[in-house]
């Protein structure tokens, strides 16, 4: 039975979620919105549609929200030639391929944004496919994403483990049946991850990549 390890990409892969932050900061000031970094922190990880519903609630104007991603996007873009991998990021998706795992991103990128992303990875070669929000009605922490990311590489819920950096990923993996393994790479505390449904919590993907024979991941 093949298996399959299914990763998030910001703050899991990729050292991008405080510039997510600081975009959605000033796309809100710039719309006139005092929203707190720390709040936004906390949002990172849903899709642009529920983040600013999250932050806003459902008294605000709708007719802002896609200006509100549109600046979001054009801000955050301004980062593409120097989004960050994550220490060990690379090594680690290798390295459970060569183990037999069929490698998904489960993501809320899409367009440029993932494409510059899987340039910061540089593992396109042992990367099967990838799921974001784009392709599914619900975003994390709804179970579709992880749904359709199983569904591209043909490997049940069982057989599966989902690693992500917030409690969304926590949410929707708990939700689709699937193991969670948390890393603290995206500012999250350990507390809200376990709570959330983390099975294992590690610092960071080398940390993972260390234990990987302790892990759910183990050979």
Do not use: C
Not at 93 to 113: K, Y
Not at 132 to 151: F, I, N, T, Y
Not at 157 to 180: I, L, P
């Amino acid at each position: 039975m093949p298996r399959a390890a299914l990763f998030d990409v910001d703050g899991t892969l990729t050292d991008t979620n405080h510039l997510h932050v600081v975009a959605w900061w000033e796309a809100f000031r710039q719309a006139g919105h005092a929203v707190a970094m720390r709040k936004i922190h906390r949002a990172i990880g849903l899709s642009a549609a529920d983040l600013v519903a999250h932050l806003l609630g459902d008294a605000r104007d709708r007719d802002e929200d896609e200006a509100l991603a549109a600046a979001h996007d054009t801000l955050y873009g301004t980062w593409f030639d120097r989004l960050p991998a994550l220490d060990g990021a690379q090594d680690l998706l290798r390295t459970l391929a060569g183990r037999g795992w069929r490698i998904v991103l489960a993501t809320s990128a899409g367009g440029g944004e993932l494409k510059a992303l899987r340039r910061a990875i540089d593992a396109d070669e042992v990367i099967a496919g990838v799921a974001s929000a784009d392709d599914v009605e619900a975003g994390k922490p709804a179970p579709e994403p992880v749904h359709q990311a199983l569904e591209l590489v043909g490997v049940p819920a069982a057989e599966a483990v989902f690693v992500g950096d917030t409690v969304w990923d926590m949410k929707a993996a708990s939700a689709a049946g699937v193991r969670a393994v948390a890393l603290l790479s995206g500012g999250i505390p350990r507390a809200d991850l376990e709570e959330a449904g983390a099975a294992a919590v590690y610092d960071d993907p080398a940390g993972l990549l260390k234990h990987l024979d302790s892990s759910l991941l183990a050979a």
